[in-house]
């Protein structure tokens, strides 16, 4: 309750419930906390945009590694049956073999830089997330401060109205 209240007779505080917002809306105390406002929301738009945006990077860093783990996975099985073509073609530099372990490696090296990817997209995560948090906490603040502002003035306005003060 605001403090003002405490002061003023029960009609002139009903009386104050009764102004509409939109008379008080130009008065400049108002306006600051309204462009506060309104720069914290933008701050909170602007930030979620940025979480959805990581969050596709993120999902697509999550299935790309799908992918190489599922290739790597597929490469490490027919080791043995390159080795058998290399055998059948009388290939002992066993190039069909090395090639496939030269591509295994290749997708290992790929999954690990996925994995430290994905471990920078988490960090990052969290800092979207705090930018979120901060401009969410300001605009709140800032709501609240307007809400407070705004009644005492009507308090004030309905105060003069009925002669007290």
């Not at 597929?74 to 390159?82: A, C, D, K, P, Q």
């Not at 800092?127 to 009644?151: G, M, V």
């Amino acid at each position: 309750m605001h403090q003002i209240a405490n002061e003023l007779p029960a009609e002139v505080i009903e009386a104050a419930h009764q102004l509409p917002d939109e008379g008080f809306l130009d008065h400049p105390a108002l306006a600051a906390l309204q462009a506060v406002m309104d720069q914290a929301s933008e701050a909170a738009y602007q930030s979620q945009v940025s979480w959805e945006l990581h969050s596709l990077r993120a999902d697509s860093v999550a299935s790309r590694l799908e992918t190489l783990q599922a290739a790597e996975e597929e490469v490490r099985s027919g080791f043995r049956g390159l080795a058998a073509v290399d055998l059948a073609l009388g290939d002992l530099e066993f190039t069909a073999a090395t090639d496939g372990r030269a591509r295994c490696q290749r997708l290992t090296w790929q999954i690990d830089a996925a994995k430290d990817a994905q471990q920078v997209l988490e960090a990052e995560s969290a800092s979207l997330e705090r930018e979120f948090e901060a401009a969410s906490d300001a605009y709140e603040r800032a709501h609240a401060q307007l809400r407070h502002t705004l009644w005492g003035l009507k308090l004030e306005a309905a105060g003069r109205a009925r002669g007290n003060r």
